[in-house]
Every structure is written in structure tokens, then in C-alpha cells.
């Protein structure tokens, strides 16, 4: 299965239409949101209706939970119903961490940390506004292994459990000016990290 993994659109509809449309491209056979689908740009109420008419899986962000927006009962409703994460066999799929203390994964140490906590073979995550990859095996104790990425195919170990976040739609906080979203693609055990140019958020 080839599974399209998009994350922190905040309202940034260009964005988001210039990713689906990619996506539309490729073959794959379901698409994941990883969450904070509103606040940021002018069209939060725009992103909820095209995530959820298109029957798009998603996990709840901290934005999604939590913002000061002008949204309808029933957007407002949709958002908060939302699940923390969802889980597929020993893959996890969760917005910013899979512990329960929600402490934003953007190194070696946190990521070992969510290791030790659970026990998921493969975890995406959003949040980060990155593109990251941790591997759990590492000759360093109390470290993951961190992985430099930006684009292309990585291969995964079947030997090894990872963490992933392949960036946001609305706007980086690394990485490049670039819109960026994934794909897992089970059969040949890899992950894509997708990178685009186009409409950003200015912040």
C-alpha cells in the first residue's frame, strides 16, 4: 500500500491544493492528515470541508484543538471529535508525539525517549514543520539515530523501528522554502520525502 502523509496545513489552501493535486499524480492508495489542518492562513474553514468530503483519515493537532478562530458549529465540532492518533497494526500515525507527555520531537534524545515508550514499529508524526527521521537502533545509549533528509527515497531496515515527520504544507520552520509532504509505500519498505515549490504562509 502507498499511503500519502500530509501535516500542518493551517489554512494555507493553495497549499493544499497544489499537494493534492501532486498526490492526485501518484498513484497511492489512501492519504493521512497528521493534524493542525486550521489557524495560520485565511481558509481554515475551506480545509476542514475539502478534508472531510474527501473522507482524508486525520489526527487531531494542538491548532486543531485549541485556536481563537471564527469557525462553524459544526467545523468546530469536527475538530474536537477528532482522534489523538490512529493506530494500524505496529504502525502509529499522531500529530506531535506518540508519549503522553506531548513534548515536541525534534531531536535524538526526545526521539529515543518515544522509543522507550512505546512500542510501534514505524510512528509519523506532524508538528515539526520538518523533515526528520530518527531510527530506534543506535550504538549511542540514551540517543536514536538521526538520519539527514530533505528528499528522495529513504529504505527502511525491516530490523529497525522509526520515527518520521515529512513537514508542512502551511509554512517550514527548516529545511528550505519549500511545501512538503510523504510517502509510505509498504511494499518496497521506503518513505519519500516530497518537497515543492509553491504558496507558503508569510508569518
Not at 489557524?39 to 487531531?60: C, F, L, N, P, Y
Not at 538520519?147 to 531496515?157: A, H, K, M, R
Request: hydrophobic share 35%; proline share 3%.
Amino acid at each position: 500500500m502507498k499511503t500519502a502523509i500530509i501535516s500542518d496545513i493551517h489554512g494555507n489552501l493553495p497549499g493544499l491544493e497544489l499537494v493534492l493535486e501532486e498526490i492526485g499524480s501518484r498513484n497511492v492508495d489512501r492519504i493521512v492528515c497528521l493534524g493542525d489542518l486550521v489557524e495560520g492562513g485565511d481558509d481554515s474553514e475551506m480545509i476542514v470541508s475539502i478534508i472531510r468530503d474527501q473522507k482524508i483519515a486525520t489526527v487531531q493537532g494542538n491548532h486543531d484543538l485549541i485556536n481563537d478562530l471564527h469557525l462553524s458549529d459544526q467545523t468546530r465540532k469536527w475538530l474536537v471529535d477528532l482522534p489523538e492518533e490512529l493506530v494500524e497494526g505496529d504502525c502509529l500515525f499522531t500529530h506531535v508525539s506518540p508519549r503522553e507527555r506531548k513534548k515536541s520531537l525534534k531531536n535524538k534524545i526526545e526521539a529515543w525517549n518515544a522509543f522507550s515508550d512505546r512500542a510501534f514499529k514505524i510512528c509519523f508524526i506532524g508538528h515539526t514543520h520538518m523533515p526528520l527521521l530518527f531510527g530506534d537502533r543506535n550504538e549511542e545509549f540514551g540517543e536514536s539515530k538521526d538520519y539527514p533528509v530533505d528528499e528522495g527515497i529513504f529504505s527502511l531496515d525491516h530490523t529497525d523501528r522509526y520515527i518520521v515527520s515529512f513537514g508542512a504544507i502551511g509554512y517550514p520552520r527548516a529545511g528550505g522554502e519549500f511545501i512538503r509532504y510523504g510517502i509510505w509505500d509498504t511494499e518496497t519498505n521506503s518513505v519519500e520525502f516530497v518537497r515543492m515549490e509553491g504558496p507558503l504562509l508569510e508569518l
